[in-house]
C-alpha cells in the first residue's frame, strides 16, 4: 500500500512561558533537516519570561487505505465474517537544546500533562468525506529504560491483542483482523499507562474548536520524558468507513504537538507549529478507496 511520510524540525521561541497567555514565534524550520542551524532570533532561558527550544516532528502512514461500508455485505462469505480492515500511523515528536540557549528545559515542566501530542482526523469535505474511526492507540519506547524492570505486553484492549515484539501484526496473528500495514512492523515496546501506580500517559478524544474535527490526544507525564528520554514516538490504529453513496474527498491526519510550563492551568499549552499554514504543517492526506467486489 502507498506510504507517506512527512517530517520536518523547527525553532521556536516562547516568551512568557509560565503564564496562561505564553507568546510563540518561529525561528526557523526545515522539513529536511538536513541544514545548519539559523540561530538569528534565538533568545536566552530567562526565567518565566522566556526560552528557545528545537523540536523534530514525524507522521508516516497510508495514504490510500481500503474503506468500509456499514451494514454492506459484499466482503461476507458463506460461514465467514467480514474483515476489519485497521491501518497504523505512527508518529514522533522530539526536543532537544539548540547552543547558546541551554537551560534544563524538564525541570520545570509540571509533573502531569508535560506533554499533548495531538492528531487531528479533519474530513475534507466535512460532509462528504469518509470518517476516520480511532480503534486504539499506544505509545511505545525501547526497553529497557532506565529504572524500570518490564512492561505489561497488553496493547489496545478489547479489540486488538497481541505481543509487542511481534514483528508484524497480521490475519495470522489476530485472526478478526486484516491489518493491511506491509510496510510497517512493531519494532518497539509498549509504554505502560502506569508504572507502580504513577501514571505514564493517557488517551483522550474531543472535538476541536478551532478545526471543527475530532481529535485523539496522548496526555503525556514528565516521568516518561526522565525515563525514556526527550524523543517520544506513539501509533493510532484507524478504520476508515465511507458514506453509504459514494467516496468523496479525503481525511487529513495532522500532528499538532504541546508542551505545558503553565502550573496553574492543566489545559493551557504552547503549540509550536500554531502559526504554520497547513500546507507546511507535519501532516497526511488520506484517501480511502472503495473496497474491493467479491470475485464471483
Known amino acids: 500500500m502507498p506510504l507517506q511520510m512527512k517530517r520536518m524540525y523547527l525553532d521556536f521561541v516562547v516568551r512568557n512561558y509560565s503564564s496562561t497567555y505564553p507568546e510563540v514565534g518561529i525561528v526557523s524550520g526545515n522539513h529536511s533537516?538536513?541544514?545548519?542551524?539559523?540561530?538569528?532570533?534565538c533568545v536566552p532561558w530567562q526565567k518565566d519570561r522566556a526560552?528557545?527550544?528545537?523540536?523534530?516532528?514525524?507522521?508516516?502512514g497510508e495514504d490510500s487505505p481500503m474503506a468500509t461500508t456499514p451494514g454492506n455485505n459484499s466482503t461476507k462469505t458463506q460461514n465467514k465474517a467480514p474483515e476489519a480492515l485497521i491501518y497504523r500511523y505512527d508518529?514522533?515528536?522530539?526536543?532537544?537544546?539548540?547552543?547558546?540557549?541551554y537551560w534544563d528545559w524538564m525541570n520545570e515542566l509540571p509533573e502531569e500533562g508535560a506533554l499533548a501530542i495531538h492528531l487531528v482526523l479533519k474530513p475534507d469535505p466535512f460532509d462528504s468525506a469518509p470518517e476516520a474511526i480511532p480503534?486504539?492507540?499506544v505509545l511505545s519506547t525501547l526497553h529497557p529504560s532506565r529504572n524500570t524492570k518490564g512492561f505489561a505486553e497488553q496493547y489496545l484492549p478489547a479489540v486488538l491483542k497481541g505481543a509487542s515484539g511481534m514483528a508484524k501484526i497480521g490475519a495470522k496473528g489476530l485472526p478478526p483482523l486484516n491489518y493491511l500495514s506491509s510496510g510497517l512492523t512493531m519494532g518497539s515496546n509498549i509504554l505502560e499507562s502506569y508504572t507502580d501506580n504513577?501514571?505514564?500517559?493517557?488517551?483522550?478524544q474531543f472535538l476541536d474548536e478551532y478545526e471543527k474535527a475530532p481529535v485523539v490526544e496522548w496526555r503525556i507525564s514528565k516521568t516518561v520524558l526522565r525515563e525514556y528520554g526527550p524523543l517520544i514516538r506513539g501509533t493510532l490504529f484507524l478504520a476508515f468507513q465511507r458514506p453509504a453513496v459514494?467516496?468523496?474527498?479525503?481525511?487529513q491526519i495532522?500532528?499538532?504537538p504541546?508542551?505545558?510550563?503553565?502550573?496553574?492551568d492543566g489545559i493551557c499549552y504552547i503549540i509550536p507549529t500554531n502559526s504554520l499554514k497547513q500546507e507546511d504543517r507535519v501532516s497526511i492526506q488520506v484517501r480511502p478507496k472503495e473496497e474491493k467486489k467479491p470475485e464471483v
Open 246 to 251: 459514494s467516496i468523496e474527498g479525503s481525511v
Open 254 to 256: 495532522t500532528l499538532r
Open 258 to 264: 504541546q508542551i505545558r510550563y503553565c502550573q496553574s
Open 91 to 101: 508518529w514522533a515528536f522530539g526536543i532537544t537544546l539548540i547552543e547558546g540557549c
Open 51 to 60: 526560552f528557545t527550544l528545537r523540536c523534530y516532528m514525524s507522521l508516516q
Open 135 to 137: 480503534v486504539g492507540a
Open 33 to 41: 533537516s538536513s541544514d545548519g542551524l539559523n540561530s538569528a532570533g
Open 198 to 204: 504513577q501514571k505514564n500517559w493517557f488517551l483522550y
